[in-house]
């Protein structure tokens, strides 16, 4: 297909994705049927919420946006009774259901019949019309296989430095202020997060309210003195993390006992941290652990170990 559907021209990246995902809208368009099941599998900021949100507004359907944590059967319940024909549901952090809301969401599709949430004793059934399921994650491996195999499955692919750059700088334009190709580029060279490069550039309007454009020696003291980057492009985070594997004597160490050593929650260093190690070639993933690879251990020798603080990742 030639162009993409007018919903997704804002959306910078995902050709192949949305290329597959507009074949779905047209041909469930024409056939008159509410879209298939979509799961939606990319790391943390990869939009995998904005990309629902596209999907709905392409197809003409209303989005039900649920949060997953700590979702309950009855809290699900309430939701699908709402629905009415072709609705999206958007269930983000899908691995974080509980098996019990599994079994509510693969009765619903199956038979279109869901617990009534008003009567007590949950025998009581209440209709459900036929509307389309859209789930994220960035832990499929952790979805219940039974349920996960229900969908058609979609893999976010990593965005290009490129797509990266226009995003800064569609981030900038919106927010009202004037960014020059080089800074956007510099901001493209040390992430590959929409949401990360979309917080830095509202970040840097903060702290340089009066600069009349923001130029690449401005975002190089942003990089430097406000999110803590060093001189490897590490931030404080990525440098206890390598920190930490190479006190552990060149042994692989478990993941979850990285946590403790960087200071933050499971979810960020496995979505956010790690990848991003592992993408640069410093961290190796084994079966027994992580292990630093020889050009992570060169990178340790030479860190300041001065900086093993500060920074707003």
Request: net charge positive; aromatic share 4%; hydrophobic share 40%.
């Amino acid at each position: 297909m030639a162009r993409p559907l007018p919903a997704f021209e804002g959306f910078v990246g995902q050709r192949d994705l949305m290329r597959s995902v507009e074949r779905i809208l047209v041909g469930s368009a024409k056939r008159d049927q509410p879209l298939p099941h979509l799961l939606l599998v990319g790391p943390a900021g990869y939009g995998k919420s904005s990309m629902a949100a596209a999907i709905a507004k392409a197809s003409g359907s209303r989005l039900l946006e649920v949060p997953s944590t700590a979702l309950s059967t009855h809290g699900i319940a309430e939701v699908l009774i709402q629905v009415t024909r072709k609705d999206i549901v958007f269930l983000d952090e899908a691995h974080t259901l509980k098996e019990k809301v599994f079994m509510v969401l693969n009765r619903a599709l199956d038979t279109g019949r869901v617990p009534d949430p008003d009567c007590k004793n949950g025998t009581e059934m209440r209709e459900v019309p036929p509307f389309t399921l859209v789930i994220a994650t960035n832990r499929p491996g952790e979805l219940n296989k039974p349920f996960r195999s229900r969908f058609v499955e979609f893999q976010l692919q990593d965005y290009e430095p490129r797509e990266i750059t226009e995003i800064a700088r569609r981030v900038a334009e919106a927010i009202g202020i004037t960014m020059t190709a080089q800074a956007a580029r510099k901001l493209a060279e040390h992430t590959d997060s929409p949401r990360v490069v979309g917080k830095w550039v509202r970040l840097i309007a903060t702290c340089f309210p009066g600069a009349a454009e923001v130029n690449q020696p401005i975002v190089e003291v942003f990089l430097r003195e406000v999110v803590g980057l060093d001189e490897h492009g590490l931030s404080a985070r990525h440098r206890r993390y390598l920190s930490a594997l190479a006190r552990h004597g060149g042994r692989p160490k478990a993941q979850r006992s990285l946590v403790v050593d960087v200071g933050c929650d499971y979810t960020t260093l496995a979505s956010e941290i790690e990848p991003d190690l592992v993408r640069r070639g410093l961290v190796e993933v084994t079966d027994k652990g992580r292990m630093l690879t020889l050009e992570g251990a060169i990178v340790v020798s030479t860190m300041n170990p001065d900086k093993q603080e500060g920074g707003a990742r």
